[in-house]
Each structure stands twice: as C-alpha cells, then as structure tokens.
C-alpha cells in the first residue's frame, strides 16, 4: 500500500534522527537550523578575524574558511561551500530540509534510483549522504513496484554501438489523453552511443511531421547510419523515404533492434520521461506539455546514465551541463542578486 507524502515525510524524519542517535557530535554531514544559523555566525567572525590587522587567528578560523561560505541572494544568507576555480555553487542542506530536497529532486527525475539520484544532487548541495538517499528511496512506493517489475526477467547489460551516431532510434509517446494546442504525440529521438535524446511535440504520427522533425535534429549533430524504431518497420520505412524526399543527399538503413532488452529499455525510457513531465506540470501547475518538453529533455540528458556511467550531455559533448543556480531549490524571486560573502 502507498504511503502519503506527510506520512512517508514523517517516516524519513524518524529514521534520520535514529542515524542521528549514532553520530558522533562532530559530525558535519547534518546539520540542524540552529546549527545552520550557528555556522553562518562563526563565519562572519572568523572572516572578521582574518580580514582585521592585528587581530588574532586561530587555527579554528582557517578551518571554517576552507570548508564554508556565505551566499547573499536578496538579503538571504545561504551556508555553501567556498566557490572553487570551477564557479560551481554548493549548499549546504539542514535536516528539516533533507526530505523537500530529496522528494522534488527524486520526482524531477522519473524516480530515478540511487546512482541518479547522487548525480542530480551533487550539482546543487554538498552535504547531502547516500545513506540519506537510501532512507529516502527505500520508502518510496513507486521505486518498490518498478523493483519488482524489473526481477520479472534479466536485465541485460546495454550495449553501445562502436562509433557516434551509427545508430539512432525513433519513438512516439501517445499524449492524446492529454491533448495539448492540437499536440498528441512526443517525437523520441535517441542516439546510440551516447543515449542522448531529443523531444518533440507532434500533431500526429505521420511519417512525414516526423521526418521534418528529424531534419532539425541531423541538421545539427549528423544523420546516422541505421533508423530503428519499437514502432516497427513500415513506420521507419516510411519516415526514411519521407526524409529522403526532403534532403536527398543523406542515405539512412532501416535496422532493427539488435537485442531482445530494446523494447523494454524503450519503455523504461518513455515512462522516465511522462513522470519528469508530469513532476513538472504539477510543480507548475500547467498543463502545457509541449512547453516543457525542452526543460524535461535537458535535465533527461544531464541526469547520470548507469549503462553508460555517465550523464548522456557529458557523453555528448564532452563536459557537465552548466545551468548554476536555475536548478537549485531556492525561489526564483531570491535569484536577483547574488555574490560570494567577502565583505562580512
């Protein structure tokens, strides 16, 4: 049976205080308000000391200084850790926190598990444990079912074509239930290799709206050798003659899926994708799918891939995807004015 969100909140915070009841005071994984408040005011003042001539310092200051800072976002004052070469921005979390954090994070990613969950938290916070994270999705009702599902058959181990782009796969994603300004479908394009995808909103499923849609996609990162699709060969047929009709010079081969775990990868795929769509129509209370395609495909490709050991973005092109502060927790209105706390 699933368990509500203000229960499975409550569970969370109960286990975390017995994890709590076995750390040693100093630890600094977790931090509670007062000692979020505590640590912002033993910064100012070892910042004071060490900016002060005459002043004395101590070993104590040098050691807060290394390890946190002061972000000011519209009088806000946030705990990070010193911003490094990189410009990347990490906060630091409280307890009462943990639980928000980890339930819109792991929603954003389509119940994404443990590996995805760390990859997506460690661009935004610092201090956050995987033993935190497995409290968290050990409670979670949804992940307990896709396990169960998954122990039906064997998964087997992905295989990646030999070079870029040499195979590229083709689904659509029936929203009619969801009718959006005359859009039906989502247009899945994936690359191989890479595990990269592309999204798109489609008024129907016709060979050719398809096919247009592809040209945008070949015309930036090349056509590849084979098209395959879980929708069967005349469809790929007939998107591939559709395609030859608009740009003749590129030559693309029907392929079909080369192992028996394609459809099953495909589904697993399409469902991350309407859960992440259906997180971020509810936290924008919209029902402007389309729109948000761009947003889920985005965050879809920077979240860690376990077949590939990597996100599909740094597979693709070689770094992290950079966003800084738009994908943290914090309110857009206290995104306004924001500089590292040097002067205090």
Request: include cysteine; proline fraction near 3%; aromatic fraction near 8%.
């Amino acid at each position: 049976m699933a368990i509500d969100k203000n229960t499975m909140r409550s569970k969370f915070n109960e286990q975390i205080q017995l994890i709590l009841m076995n750390k040693r005071e100093d630890n600094n994984a977790f931090l509670s308000t007062s000692d979020y408040s505590r640590v912002i005011q033993q910064v100012k003042k070892s910042k004071k000391s060490l900016n002060t001539v005459g002043e004395k310092k101590t070993t104590k200051d040098y050691r807060v200084i290394r390890k946190y800072d002061i972000l000011v976002m519209d009088g806000k004052e946030h705990l990070i850790r010193p911003i490094d070469e990189k410009n990347v921005v990490l906060y630091y979390a409280t307890i009462d926190e943990l639980f928000d954090i980890l339930y819109d994070t792991h929603s954003a990613i389509g119940h994404g598990g443990r590996n995805r969950m760390v990859s997506e938290l460690k661009h935004n916070y610092c201090n956050i444990t995987n033993e935190t994270i497995m409290v968290f999705l050990k409670l979670c009702a949804e992940c307990h079912k896709k396990a169960a599902c998954s122990k039906i058959g064997v998964s087997p181990k992905p295989t990646l074509q030999p070079t870029f782009n040499s195979r590229g796969q083709v689904d659509l994603i029936d929203m009619q239930t969801q009718r959006h300004n005359d859009y039906r479908f989502i247009m899945k394009y994936q690359e191989h290799l890479t595990k990269y995808i592309v999204l798109k909103p489609l008024k129907s499923k016709c060979a050719e709206e398809v096919a247009y849609n592809l040209i945008e996609i070949y015309t930036l990162f090349g056509a590849p050798s084979i098209l395959q699709s879980s929708s069967g060969k005349k469809f790929v047929t007939s998107v591939i003659n559709k395609l030859h009709v608009i740009w003749d010079e590129i030559k693309i081969d029907y392929g079909w899926p080369k192992h028996s775990e394609s459809q099953e990868s495909v589904e697993m795929t399409n469902r991350d994708v309407q859960e992440m769509l259906s997180a971020w129509m509810d936290k924008k209370n919209s029902l402007d799918w389309p729109s948000a395609l761009k947003f889920i495909q985005f965050k879809k490709n920077r979240t860690f891939h376990s077949g590939i050991g990597t996100s599909p973005y740094e597979a693709m092109f070689g770094c992290t995807a950079r966003i800084n502060l738009a994908t943290s927790n914090l309110p857009n209105a206290e995104i306004t004015e924001i500089k590292p706390d040097k002067d205090l």
